[in-house]
């Protein structure tokens, strides 16, 4: 990765911390900050924000963040929408690598805006309060809920591997999958140190769950183990790896030997989004950039650490699975690791894969009820969103005894939860947002409902790098616009230029070929800007410049003389 650091020694213009405030900063006095930082990001990876962040640490925060469910999942939606595996492996390194440039290009910013909050600081120090308003927006309702939708969906289709059951319809899948979720919600509501706890234990499974798969490929090719015919697939020595599969290599409908190439991009970008999925989290570490020691000097060595790191993870793990199964039997394996388990030890290895991913899915699922329960309600302490969802624990005593004599469902939340927690010895859900959680989680139900497993993999990435490219794009301004802002860090040019134009032609493509995907995006910003515009008052605004102008109209005509000639008396 061609990139140059330039540290500056004479500062033309430093940042004033006033300038940028921490979202999470509005929700506490300064007498609990220090128990507030015990429930961030990093401290949910098992790594301490009191002493300030690390090298190492903002390291683990990347790695941690991207390898989990996605590479378990992903990869049939990639084999799907591509030719052959030797294109689908190709998608899974030009994802990563994309996800480096993105990442490279948010170190500059966030080692020249060194705060806590990522992409929704950048946004709004770049373009002002309005996009960040969008972005939180389309977070809350969209990224984060399809997200959790997505993770609880793939627990359920693992659970059933492990049971060796078979969907009816889809709707066993779904029915297990919103189990997950409310189980998982309501473990947040009752305790925060639970959940807490659960993640650090399922975050080092997931890791090891990667690792086993690697080894135990690399220990069938050795050994050839199960060689009676019912163990490893010989597609891998005996087909080409680039050749388009057709006839009886692949079940696909799709004839990629008469497709044209305007089509085939809209299917590449597919592919691309689903890998995209799995290297969700590169800019996990701008999340706590202001808690860092070093920022400047820390940042972008994490980033070119660990990036690598996940991109040679994925690649083995995507190599395994085309040297163990037959390749026309991957797109159409959801739950792909328990596949790769039964083909190489039996039933037992279908199970224990079973048991390991739909762990690593529970940890990523609670991890993300965590964290976007807190992300709406900083959003709604900055005012980005209804203010319903503010748990100020200065407000919560007064507000939620009214809540609670209004509406019975918030009531027996409350009593359920307080009773709940006495007898674990835990914290009560009075210390956590639960209608925050409560609402994403209702809308993560919807998507289970109403969505499947590609279409909210390609709804996730338009969103996403939709504000990607808004961002790092806005990176790239500044650098024209403010040239006496301080960079301690800065890569090469042509980084940013080439994530920008990948992902502009990404969401472009992607809307065209996925439209229905698009048109819910759509709707939903448009939401959002009314509710910006709402928020700031702009409707009542334009109605009463209405109404002056027509009062002074009315006023014109009233004086204006009659036109009609004055007869004079003979």
Known sequence: M?????????????????????????????????????????????????????????????????????????????DKNVPSPGAALLVWLCGGLL????????????ACIPVNGGMQEYLEYIYGDFLASVMSWIWIVAVKPSSMAILSIIFAEYWMGINSMKAQNGWTTKLIALGALG????????????????????????????????????????????????????????????????????????????????????????????????????????????????????????????????????LLANLSY?????????????????????????????????????????????????????????????????????????????????????FLFSKLIQRLSTSTALLMRTRSSLDAPVKAMVFNSLLAAIFIVVGTFGGLVTFIGLAEYLFYFLTVLGGLTLRFTKPQLVRPYQPNIIVPIIFCSVSSFLVIRGLIHSPAQGAVLVVLIGLGIVLHLYKHDYFEIWATKRRHLSDASSAVTLEQPSSRPILQAP
Not at 18 to 47: H, M
Not at 278 to 287: E, H, I, K, T
């Open 322 to 406: 085309y040297l163990i199964l037959p390749w026309n039997s991957i797109h159409d394996s959801d739950a792909i690791a328990v596949a790769v388990g039964k083909k190489t030890l039996g039933s037992s290895g279908g199970v224990m894969f079973a048991l390991l991913v739909s762990a690593s899915c529970l940890g990523s699922l609670n991890i993300n009820i965590f964290i976007t329960g807190r992300l709406t309600v900083a959003s709604a302490q900055h005012g980005y969103i209804p203010r319903i969802f503010v748990m100020a624990q200065e407000e919560h005593t007064q507000h939620s005894k009214d809540l609670s004599n209004k």
């Open 2 to 78: 061609a990139s140059n650091s330039r540290m500056s020694s004479d500062r033309e213009q430093t940042i004033d911390d006033n300038d940028f405030q921490d979202p999470r900063a509005a929700l506490i006095g300064d007498s609990d900050r220090e128990a507030f930082d015990q429930d961030t990001t990093s401290n949910i990876l098992g790594v301490s924000t009191t002493s300030q962040l690390t090298l190492f640490s903002a390291y683990a925060i990347l790695v941690g963040g991207q390898i989990g469910s996605g590479i378990f999942s992903s990869p049939s939606q990639v």
């Open 99 to 110: 996800a480096w440039t993105g990442a490279a290009s948010f170190a500059e910013l966030g």
């Open 183 to 314: 189980v998982l919600l309501l473990a947040n509501c009752i305790s925060s140190s639970f959940s807490t706890g659960l993640t650090r234990f399922l975050f080092y499974t997931k890791l090891l769950t990667v690792c086993f798969l690697v080894l135990l490929t690399f220990l069938v090719l050795a050994v050839e183990l199960n060689k009676d015919g019912k163990g490893v697939s010989h597609d891998w020595r005996t087909k080409p790896w680039f050749s388009h599969q057709s006839g009886n290599d692949s079940d696909s409908d799709l004839k990629w030997d008469v497709m044209s190439s305007w089509d085939m991009l809209g299917y590449y970008t597919t592919a691309l989004y689903a890998g995209l999925w799995a290297y969700s989290g590169w800019d996990s570490a701008n999340l706590v950039a202001g808690e860092m020691r070093n920022t400047a000097r820390d940042l972008p060595r994490a980033i070119h650490f660990a990036i690598p790191t996940v991109i040679v993870a994925f």
